[in-house]
Each structure stands twice: as structure tokens, then as C-alpha cells.
């Protein structure tokens, strides 16, 4: 996400243009800011190409509330179900809980001021309608504007319908654009002329002005008057200026070479934005040569028909909404569309594979942010694999294969979505379905649902069994292994992840999931008092994890040696070691490791001597909470250290003092909780070596301080 800074306020989200590409429209800025400063929903309407998102954009920075603008491109989204995880994802919300998106929603908003704009939805009207009309009945602090070709219908909706450009204004937009593209280009009555013919469209404006590069106004204009000629009628839209548009589209088209043409229709296969390696593959063959399609895409950018943007994972490309709408309408009609769809299915296929393997390398970080730029074409993928009865079992190993990135990066609630789905399909292929099955059954202890996650685990276990499947034989054990681990079974937790690990040598299988079994044994050995063999395992962990640029499993590994650590009388070291685990588990964005660190880090400062601190953090933990699940899995071996800390903070502070600095740390949004987590501590006294006792405040770590948890989330990721 961008976080653009205008005026102390931000945006976060992908703009759909750029604020600087913004040309006249200041007296509907105007307006505009005046009907957002007196309704809490605004649905800017008009034909597409009229603008709306620029003018939304460049209103929305200037009306942005104390807690900013969210920007939220609907034009990708195409099943209704993910309207509401397109805002989640949009606000940057994290929730490893079994809550529906929109009670995340809900949760997270409840205290915020804040702008939240909807754009493209005119496809998703109902959907985006229920949403709306929710969250504005529960959370007074909300605007919503919204962008699209209609009204959304809400009550207390305000209207604004936005006009093309006068003719000034259009004159203005085609003179700057052209000059962009290299040509001087003079005011005159042929421009003025081209800008009336397209009705002053902005959209249609600036695909004029591209091919001012090799046409004068006057044969741009003679050209236009031919295809206006010609295709009379339009599209189904009755609006004359809806058929200018696609008129205006459509002489474009006539414009571009074959090979253009064939580059534009197969690229409307994508979703969002895509990259040229993935044009490469998708769009070749049958008359467009591989080695071409660089060059053919590099004239469609010079044309205004496709984007160019810099993102986290490098230089990609974006078709306008409408500009693909009618590339789609073409692939349709030159009957390729199910073979480009297949091949759009496959390179997303093989990107999450890749992605798989790759995660168990230096480049974690790498992966993550190029699985949230494909995030909406991996989505396309799955659903052409539910569609399609032949290719369940592709959407099956293509759901399982991204395990690391629903467990790791945040994403539990989507994934368990598609998991739930493709498990139910009967490809035929057991060992897809079997994968399926086992990140299911870890996806749902992750969110602490433990009766789901174990009769997923069971299936799997026994038709793994049936079937010889060893290796999804021994990720059923590992993540059965794990449920009883934060279900306060120690004694059958060690013995089914020491089996799984086992399992895990013989077949020679060595990634993030077999380090974590080994974390989380770990885990089990330190709750049974044997920190020495606890610190072994995690040491040999993060040496294998180092060897391999592995960050994600160590951060878990570092938690439990942090762990040791304090339990063996060294804070100072405890700390270290949590920072390193927080600042790891937080920049991928993962929830559980970060609230777990923090949790362990409030202890440690209260031993430090900083119990008002510890107190925050407590509190800031406790905020945090609610998005991953039960606290601290409701296990009594994970909630010592918790109740530990708070009985030494109470003793410092008095009850009433302990609150107010737990009330101040509930403040605190999740960055401000992790970097104040992550500050160095202040002046604390030292503590002495040696395990920790406490006369009036201690709790002993190595049995259950209470009974024992019926739900569960995970140790360790």
C-alpha cells in the first residue's frame, strides 16, 4: 500500500490515477468537497471515461477526517462474496478469528473517522449497497463516497452526477496530454472540433491525444469522422454519451495494428494488475509471437490504453475498467476466450508453486508482496477452477499451495473460504484434495476453530493412511500434534510432533512447516520445564533458518528461546530476542507472532522494573487480541506469563493505576503498539539473575495456571 501525504491527512490504498494527472473540474471540486462535508454518503456518478475517480481522488485528499482516506478499487472484484475482503484487504486489516469480514469491519472501525471510497462497483450494486448501508447505520465516525455509473440506492445517499468536460476543459486536457506524448499541438478549430465530436470525455479525450504522436488534428479529425460513420449504434448502452465512449473506444481500436488488437482482447483475461513476464506467457501463440508482445505492449501504453505503475513487486501494467470491458467483448467474439482463460489459469498455477517453494529462501518478503499484487488474478484462477469439474482438482492444489500465505501473511479468513470450497469437490486426485485438507485443518486451529481443524485432520490422516500418502500423513500428524499443544495436552502434543518430525526425515522434507513442528515442540518441551532441550531445538531451528534466509518460522523459534530466556533470569536478553521476533512477525503481517511477542515483552519490561510500561503493553496486546482468535488460545500454559506480568504490575501500581495505563495502551492502533513495543526500554532497574520469584505475585510456568482450553489457535504461525 501507498500512503499518500497531503495536508497532515493520508491515503492509503492504490490510487486509480495520479492526483498531479489532474486537469481543470475545479468548480466540481468544488462542489464536491461541499456535498462530502455535509452528507456521510456520496455516490459520484457518470459514463465511465467521464473522470469520476480522478475527481473522487482529488476530493477525497482534500475532505480527508482525522484518520484519513481508504481507497478501495472494486472494478477487480467480480464474485459479490469479496466485496467485503476487498475493504478488509484495502485497510490493511489483519484477522486470523473465524469473524466474517464484515464484523472485522465493524471491529476495527469503531472508534475511526475516516473516508472510505468505493470505486467501480456498478457490477457489485447489491453487494457494495448491504455493505454501505451497514457500516453507516453502526459506525458514525464513516463517510463513504462512492464511484460509479448509478446510485448505490442507500437512504441519505447524495447524489452527484458529474458532466463531461466544457470545452475548454477538454481542449485543455488534449493539449497537455499530447504534449506528453512529444508533439507540439497549437489551439485551434480542428482541436476543438475533435473535442466536441467526442463530447468531451476525458477518457475518449486522451486516446485522441495519443495518437496525436502520428496524426495532425486535422487527419485525426477526418479519421474520426470515419469511424463515427461506421459504427453507428453503439453498444446496448442507450446513453449517447455512454455510445460516444465506446465509439470513441472502439476508432481506437480500428486504430491499432492486428497485432495490437490481438495484445489488447487477451489481456482483458487479467484482473487488476498484471506483469509483463505473465503477458508474455498468457497472451503468445496464435499469431503474436513471444518476442513481440513487448514491443506490441509498449505501443498500447503509448496509446493510453494500458498503465504502467511501480509497485512492492516491481514495474506492472493495468487496463482501464472500460478499456477491458471492451478487449473482453472482442476476445468473446474471436472464440479464444476459454483457451486464454486456461492459460491465465496456468501461470497462475505455476506462480503459486514457484511462491511455495520460494518461501523457504531469502526471498520471503519477496513472495509475500508479489502474492499480494496477484492476489485478484490468483483469485480469477481459483474460480475458473471451481467452474470448470475437470480442473477441481488444480483449484485444490492450488488452494493448498498457498498455505504460507494464508497462515503467514494475514490472509486465514480468504483462505478458509477457498479451502472450504475446493475440499468438497471430487477431483479424483487424492493427493491435491489430501493438501487441502491439511491447511484447511491448520488454517481453522490458526483462527481457534478446533473442532473444524480436527475433523479435517482426521480425514486426512486416514485417507492419507489409506491411500500411502506419507507425507500428508505426516503434515495431519504435525498440525494434530500442534492442536493439542495449544490445548494444554503437552504429553500428546510432544509425542505426535516428535512422530510427525520423524515422518518428516524419512521422506526427506525439509521447509518453514517441518522447522515449525520442531518450534513447536519446543514450545511443549519449555511448558514441561525442560528449557535446556527447548533452547536446543530452537537454536538448531535458527541455524537451519539462517543457512536458508528463512525469516518467518525464526521469528517463531525466536519467541521461544526469548521465552527461555526470561525463565532463566535474563531479561536483557529476552528483549533482544522479542524485538528481533516482533519486528520479523510484524512485517509480514503476521498477527499472531506479533501479539505474542508483545504479550512476552510486557513481562519482560515488568521485570525490568517499568511496570507502568508493561502495563501498556498489556493493553495494546489486549487490542490486538480480538483479530487473531481466543486470548492467548485460552491456554493456561500460554496465559502465565500473561497473569504473572499483570499481578506484578498490579503490586507496583495499585489496581487503579494498572488500569489507566491498560486503558492507555487499548489506544494504541496495532503500528503505533509494535513501534512503541519495539523502542528501546527506558530507564529500568536491573534485575537480578536467576529465575524469577515473587512472594505475592507468581505463577508457576510449568503447569496449567487454569483449566484446561476447550479452542485453541497455534503456537507458531
Known sequence: MRDHQRGGSSMHGNL???LNAFVGRSAELAGLAGVLGAARLVTVTGAGGVGKSRLAARAAVRCAPRDGVWWVELAPVRDPEFVDYAVVEALGLTDHTTRLPRETLLAHLAERQLLLVLDGFEHLVEACAGLVGELLGQLPGLRVLAVGRRPLGVAGERVFPLAPLAEDEAVGLLLSRAAEQGPAVADGPEVR?????????????ELAAGRLRALSAGQLLERLDDRFRLLTGGGRDALPRHRTLRLAIGWSHELCTPQERLLWSRLSVFAGQFELEAVEYVCSGHGLEADDVLDVLAELLAQSLVAREETPAGVRYRMLDTVRAYGADWLEATGDAARLRRRHRD????????????????????VAARVDAELPNLRCALEHCLAEPEAAYLG?????????????????????????QVVQ?????????????????????LQGDTVPALAALHECWEEAE?????????????RTGCLALVTDDMARAETLLRSALDRYREIGELNSNVLMG???????RAFQGDLPDAVRLCEDVRRVCEDHGERWTRTYALYVLAYAAWADGDPARARTLLTDCLAGAHSFHDLLGSVLAVELLALVTAVQGDAAEAAVLQGAAARMWPSVGLRLFGSAHYNAPHELCEAMAREQLGDERYEECVTEGARLVREAAVSRALERPREAAASPRGPVRHATASVN??????????????TAG
Open 16 to 18: 486509480p490515477l495520479e
Open 193 to 205: 472540433e475533435v473535442c466536441r465530436r467526442l463530447d468531451g470525455i476525458p477518457l475518449a479525450v
Open 347 to 366: 501461470w497462475y498455477l505455476g506462480l503459486a508453486t514457484w511462491c511455495e517453494l520460494d518461501w523457504f529462501s531469502p526471498r520471503q518478503n519477496e
Open 396 to 420: 485444490q492444489y492450488l488452494a493448498g499451495s498457498l498455505w504460507f500465505y494464508w497462515a503467514g501473511c494475514g490472509r486465514l479468513s480468504e483462505g478458509r473460504h477457498w479451502l472450504e
Open 425 to 445: 469437490l471430487d477431483s479424483g486426485h487424492e493427493r491435491s484434495r489430501l493438501k487441502a485438507l491439511w491447511v484447511l485443518g491448520y488454517v481453522a486451529i
Open 466 to 478: 489409506r491411500s500411502g500418502d506419507a507425507t500428508a500423513v505426516a503434515y495431519a500428524e504435525h
Open 518 to 524: 520442531q518450534v513447536e515442540l519446543a514450545m511443549a
Open 701 to 714: 510456568m510449568h503447569e496449567p495456571a487454569a483449566s484446561r482450553a476447550h479452542k485453541g489457535g497455534e
